[in-house]
């Protein structure tokens, strides 16, 4: 019967260890989901324009973030970005991300940009299909009464956003997968300190998900 009740503890310290990088999670990803929101509307505006020095970035920047894996643009902005910028600078100044929690708003905002401008681009549409102007268009759609279409997309978004910070570890962005490394590999507990990981992201997404399917 002990035994039970270590075991116990011993997942629930596993619990309580990733609930400790919860608050980095979440800060990045509402700080993420502003920016992408930003981002989402200009280009989902850019892509819809008439112009062609509009659109064209427009394009080309969510098929280029949609075509590539988040991982990857991670890794660019954290080491290439630097890199680069050192490397023109010739030495003249040693720039480094600081915070490093900075890598993964950015490079999730930008990520979640791409996403959320298809996501608004087909609440513009489906007002249009309407028979809606574009002044009563940009009135009623893309300003609040849009987020009748496009909220239930946004928050699915959000969710994933959640569950994509995860690979934000790997740059050493201490949240709640990286919490749950650092103590499996500092305890050699890896099997509650990963359940316990896994226990926290659930309890963070189901109850979002059963939200998005209310809205």
Same mark, same amino acid.
């Given at each position: 019967?002990?035994?039970?009740?270590?075991?116990?503890?011993?997942?629930?310290?596993?619990?309580?260890?990733?609930?400790?990088?919860?608050?980095?999670?979440?800060g990045v990803?509402?700080?993420?989901?502003?920016?992408?929101?930003?981002?989402?509307?200009?280009?989902?505006?850019?892509?819809?324009?008439?112009?062609?020095?509009?659109?064209?970035?427009?394009?080309?920047?969510?098929?280029?973030?949609?075509?590539?894996?988040?991982?990857?643009?991670?890794l660019i902005?954290?080491?290439?970005?630097?890199?680069?910028?050192?490397?023109?600078?010739?030495?003249?100044?040693?720039?480094?991300?600081n915070p490093? +929690?900075?890598?993964? /708003?950015?490079?999730?905002?930008?990520? @979640?940009?791409?996403?959320?401008? $298809? *996501?608004? =681009? &087909? !609440?513009?549409?489906?007002?249009?299909?309407?028979?809606?102007?574009?002044?009563?268009?940009?009135?009623?759609?893309?300003?609040?009464?849009?987020?009748?279409?496009?909220?239930?997309?946004?928050?699915?978004? +959000?969710?994933?956003? /959640?569950?994509?910070?995860?690979?934000? @570890?790997?740059?050493?962005?201490? $949240? *709640?997968? =990286? &919490? !749950?490394?650092?103590?499996?590999?500092?305890?050699?507990?890896?099997?509650?300190?990963?359940?316990?990981?896994?226990?926290?992201?659930?309890?963070?997404?189901?109850?979002?998900?059963?939200?998005?399917?209310?809205?």
């Open positions: 019967m002990d035994g039970f009740f270590d075991t116990l503890a011993l997942y629930g310290k596993g619990v309580s260890i990733a609930f400790g990088g919860i608050g980095m999670t979440l990803t509402a700080g993420a989901i502003v920016i992408g929101m930003v981002i989402g509307l200009i280009m989902a505006l850019g892509k819809m324009s008439k112009h062609k020095i509009a659109r064209w970035p427009a394009s080309i920047y969510v098929e280029i973030i949609r075509g590539t894996p988040l991982f990857v643009q991670i902005l954290a080491y290439g970005v630097p890199y680069l910028v050192n490397t023109l600078s010739d030495g003249a100044m040693r720039f480094n991300w490093i +929690f900075m890598v993964g /708003i950015l490079a999730c905002g930008f990520n @979640s940009g791409a996403y959320l401008a $298809e *996501i608004i =681009r &087909s !609440g513009i549409q489906a007002a249009r299909s309407l028979g809606m102007t574009n002044g009563q268009n940009m009135r009623f759609i893309v300003l609040p009464q849009a987020l009748k279409i496009i909220l239930p997309a946004m928050a699915n978004e +959000f969710v994933t956003l /959640i569950k994509e910070t995860s690979i934000l @570890s790997y740059v050493g962005i201490v $949240e *709640i997968t =990286r &919490s !749950g490394v650092l103590w499996a590999s500092r305890e050699f507990q890896t099997f509650p300190a990963y359940i316990g990981v896994a226990i926290i992201y659930l309890c963070m997404t189901i109850p979002l998900s059963r939200l998005v399917a209310y809205l």
